[in-house]
C-alpha cells in the first residue's frame, strides 16, 4: 500500500470523555493519510472487498424441525413471564381489524341495505351498523341523519330507528 499524505485539510481535534462525564482536547490533527493499494495488489484488493461484501451479505439461517409440534417448546415458562419486560414502556396495541380503511359504497345500495337491516331489526346501534355493512362510520352517520332518528334517552338509548315516513314505506314495500 502507499500512503497519501496531506496537509490541506478540515482541520480537526480529537476530544476524551472521560467516566465520569468530564470532556478534555486531546490534540489536533495536522496531516492526513490516506492509504492506497500498489497498483500490482489493486486486483486482489479489489477481489478482497468483493468477499467482504459477499460475505456479510450471505444469511446464515438455519432450519430446524421440531419433533413437537404442539408449541410446548414456544410458550414462555411460568417464572419468567416479564423479567425482559422494561415496565416503563408502553404497550402497543394491536390494529384492530375494524380500524383498517374501508370503502364507501354507492349512496344509493347502502341504502338499502339499510332498510333489509332496519327490517330485520328496529333499533341499530352505529357500532353494530359499521361492522354489518363494512361502511366507514362517518359515512353512516350521513346517510343515518337523513334516514334515522337518533334515540338519546330511554329504554334504546343510543341507538337508530327509522324515521316514521321510512317506516310506512318498508312495510308497503314488504306487504307486497
Not at 497498483?39 to 472487498?49: A, D, I, K, P, S
Not at 404442539?70 to 415496565?87: Q, S, W, Y
Request: with cysteine.
Amino acid at each position: 500500500y502507499s500512503l497519501n499524505m496531506f496537509k490541506d485539510f478540515v482541520p480537526m481535534c480529537i476530544f476524551s470523555e472521560s467516566k465520569d462525564g468530564s470532556v478534555a482536547v486531546e490534540g489536533k490533527v495536522e496531516h492526513k493519510f490516506d492509504m492506497k493499494p500498489n497498483n500490482e495488489n489493486f486486483e486482489e484488493y479489489g477481489r478482497l472487498c468483493r468477499e467482504r461484501t459477499n460475505k456479510s451479505m450471505m444469511k446464515n439461517r438455519q432450519i430446524q424441525v421440531i419433533d413437537n409440534d404442539r408449541g410446548v417448546h414456544m410458550r414462555p415458562m411460568p417464572g419468567l413471564v416479564g423479567l425482559g419486560a422494561n415496565k416503563d414502556k408502553k404497550k402497543t396495541v394491536p390494529v384492530k381489524p375494524a380500524e383498517m380503511k374501508r370503502t364507501r359504497r354507492d349512496r344509493g345500495e347502502l341504502e338499502d341495505i339499510m332498510f333489509k337491516l332496519f327490517e330485520k331489526k328496529p333499533n341499530w346501534a352505529l357500532k353494530q351498523l359499521v361492522v354489518e355493512t363494512d361502511q366507514p362510520a362517518q359515512f353512516l352517520k350521513e346517510i343515518l341523519n337523513d334516514l334515522c332518528v337518533y334515540n338519546k334517552r330511554g329504554a334504546n338509548q343510543g341507538t337508530y330507528e327509522l324515521k316514521p315516513e321510512y317506516m310506512k314505506a318498508a312495510d308497503d314495500a314488504g306487504a307486497e
